[in-house]
């Protein structure tokens, strides 16, 4: 038992817990009636698949893709007559980083709408709470 | 110089908005000089770019001249599939900033250098979604206009814009993290993200184009184009934020942001899966073709249900999302469904940005938000009447408008692959639109007077008509671009027979089949 549960679990972790963020985030934003933990939601679901994308990149016992001027991997001195193309297995893929460096920034500008939009919101109804809003939008149109 | 024009058209309305973020605020009326510098800039670029793929064939452009698959350069490709979409998104972009000349947002002007940088970030970024040749960048890009365009909807004056912007935001962000999450699951199974390459590689590598990662990853992308392009049942965001936005937002964000969608799934089909592997290896599409179904039935009831003609429009829009969604997945041999979802791209484009800046000159001028308000409209604004009745004509489908001849290709894919419940849901919405509009026509010629006090502040002209029924001045500069959009929808019509042809030359079954009629 203890066997099969660290190789499903173990072996994934990353990809573990990221669909359990997933899903709790996505949970969080449809079910949330504060629209700040809402949004809290969104940010957890957003973080989720940065997650899956950086686990992508990693290599068990790899290193920064950086080389050196002679195109090495500074590190890995005893590859240095390989040449940068053989040594593609020591080091991690940078290409998932990148992206999700994008991603970050995205998520980010995302959610400095989002809250300025919640802030504008409270100034002109006084609430965040959805049920209160809907309450309030219902009384101002009373036919729909 | 013509090399360059795939750059020119995504970075002049960049450079535009940076410009008005730094001086706009000094001086408001350089706002739509520059805005209409750039976006002229990426119109000539883009009908350059056209007359280039008419000549020469596909273009691709590396940016820095990072040439693919290297991962890290960003490709840009134009072919006979995209540049009609880049000329509509630049010609339906200029012409709304041309009807918003004073307004922005709404009653302070002194949002307007605000607007129009949000505006021209929008254009940018649609641009690229639709240029781009990576799928990571298309995530980035379709970012980009969805945060440009939350901005654009929020900045009304009225109390519900915000709440519609938040939903939108919500449900926007959650449609573009499926897609991204979709991108994932294809990156790790294939190993690249230019979409040339992705399906190179599915089509050679059985074991990968067979696997449920990759499956996973297509279902992943699709549900999160479907939400941005509010497909029946995920299209709960659109009817709010586009019916209490800005006119000038709504014209902008109707006709682009869910057709750029549809092309972006059209793109996703045949340039990343591949039409062989969807219609081989998933096999699905009579399932979403009843999806399709579903949606326009939907949409159209729900059109029905509507007395504000801003909320019926946005019913509409739901119920066409389903005609292309329906006609890209029929999967008939000939491509004619594809051809036809292709074609109502412009089409619905064309006709929806007349209806809604009819609709917003309608809530300008008259006051007339609820469709009863139009009474007497044909003698108020013959005009714009004009422009009105053409693109209901369109909608309905009556020929020589492009409305009818997108149909009429639909139809034919419907017919020829044996989805008779997308044939009959088409003509049945042809009905309803039918019943729409001639209500609406109805009201406008023979409607009664409008109540006292309801909004008779224009010139009157009227020569020969009855006193009470003045005409009401509406300025050139929200006439010409509705005219303008009326025009097109006639000679998109007229013309139909070229443009799809060039729009198949992009499609792999289609160039095989016979040739348009």
């Known amino acids: ?144 | 110089m013509a090399d360059q024009f795939p750059a020119i058209l995504v970075l002049a309305p960049l450079f535009g908005a940076l410009l008005l973020g730094l001086v706009g605020d000094r001086d408001h009326r350089l706002c739509l000089p520059v805005v209409a510098a750039s976006l002229g800039t990426s119109l000539y670029a883009a009908v350059g770019l056209l007359r280039r793929v008419l000549a020469e064939g596909p273009v691709n452009y590396f940016l820095g001249g990072w040439e693919e698959p290297l991962g890290i350069g960003i490709v840009l490709r134009a072919d006979s599939m995209n540049t009609p979409v880049l000329v509509l998104v630049a010609a339906v972009a200029l012409l709304v900033a041309c009807f918003s000349r004073r307004p922005a947002g709404a009653r302070d002007s002194e949002k307007s250098p605000q607007y129009y940088t949000l505006f021209l970030l929008l254009c940018t970024a649609l641009f690229g979604i639709t240029i781009t040749a990576d799928a990571f960048n298309l995530f980035v890009l379709v970012e980009v206009s969805a945060l440009s365009s939350y901005g654009l909807v929020a900045i009304g004056s009225s109390r519900r814009c915000k709440i519609a912007a938040l939903n939108y935001l919500i449900m926007g962000t959650v449609g573009a993290s499926f897609y991204l999450l979709g991108t994932g699951y294809l990156y790790l199974s294939v190993g690249s993200l230019s979409m040339p390459d992705i399906q190179t590689i599915l089509a050679s590598n059985e074991a990968a184009a067979s696997s449920r990662a990759v499956r996973t990853a297509f279902v992943l992308m699709l549900v999160g184009i479907w939400i941005k392009m509010a497909f029946f049942p995920l299209y709960g965001w659109l009817p709010n934020a586009y019916s209490y936005c800005p006119s000038a937002t709504s014209s902008l964000l109707a006709p682009l942001m869910t057709k750029v969608s549809v092309y972006v799934m059209v793109r996703v089909m045949t340039g990343v899966f591949g039409l062989d592997w969807i219609f081989g290896h998933l096999g699905w599409n009579h399932l979403v073709v009843w999806f399709a179904v579903v949606a326009i039935l939907a949409g159209s009831i729900l059109a029905l249900a509507q007395r504000e003609l801003k909320k019926m429009l946005c019913y509409l829009i739901v119920a066409e999302v389903g005609y292309m969604v329906g006609g890209a997945w029929l999967g008939d041999a000939g491509s004619w469904g594809l051809t036809g979802a292709l074609y109502h791209i412009l089409a619905d484009g064309l006709m929806t940005l007349t209806l809604f800046l009819a609709a917003g000159i309608f809530a300008k001028r008259l006051g007339a938000i609820e469709i009863g308000d139009l009474s007497g409209l044909f003698r108020k604004m013959p005009l714009v009447s004009v422009g009105f009745v053409v693109a209901g004509l369109a909608m309905i489908g009556v020929p020589p408008t492009c409305g009818f001849f997108s149909k009429f290709y639909l139809i034919r894919g419907g017919i020829e692959s044996g989805q008779w419940g997308y044939v009959v849901a088409l003509l049945v919405s042809s009905l309803v639109n039918a019943v729409l509009f001639f209500r609406i026509f109805e009201i406008a010629h023979f409607g009664k007077n409008p109540p006292e006090g309801h909004a008779h502040h224009g010139e009157s002209e009227g020569e020969g008509h009855e006193a009470a029924i003045a005409r009401v001045a509406v300025p050139a500069h929200a006439l010409a671009p509705l005219l303008l959009a009326a025009a097109g929808i006639v000679l998109l019509g007229v013309f139909n027979g070229p443009v799809v042809d060039f729009l198949r030359e992009s499609l792999p079954a289609a160039s095989a089949a016979a040739p348009a009629p």
């Open chain 1, 1 to 144: 038992m203890a066997e099969f549960l660290w190789k499903t679990i173990g072996h994934h972790f990353n990809f573990w817990v990221y669909i359990v963020l997933l899903m709790l985030g996505l949970w969080a934003t449809i079910a949330k009636n504060n629209l700040v933990k809402k949004l809290m939601g969104l940010s957890i679901f957003q973080s989720a698949i940065i997650l899956l994308y950086v686990s992508i990149g990693t290599k068990e016992g790899a290193t920064i893709p950086i080389l050196d001027h002679h195109g090495h991997i500074p590190s890995e001195s005893h590859h240095a007559d390989v040449g940068p193309e053989i040594a593609a297995h020591g080091v991690a893929n940078p290409l998932p980083h990148v992206l999700m460096l994008t991603a970050i920034v995205v998520g980010v500008a995302t959610l400095g709408v989002a809250l300025s939009l919640v802030q504008a919101i409270y100034r002109d109804f006084g609430t965040v709470e959805e049920d209160e809003l809907l309450r309030e939008i219902k009384s101002l149109h009373p036919d729909g």
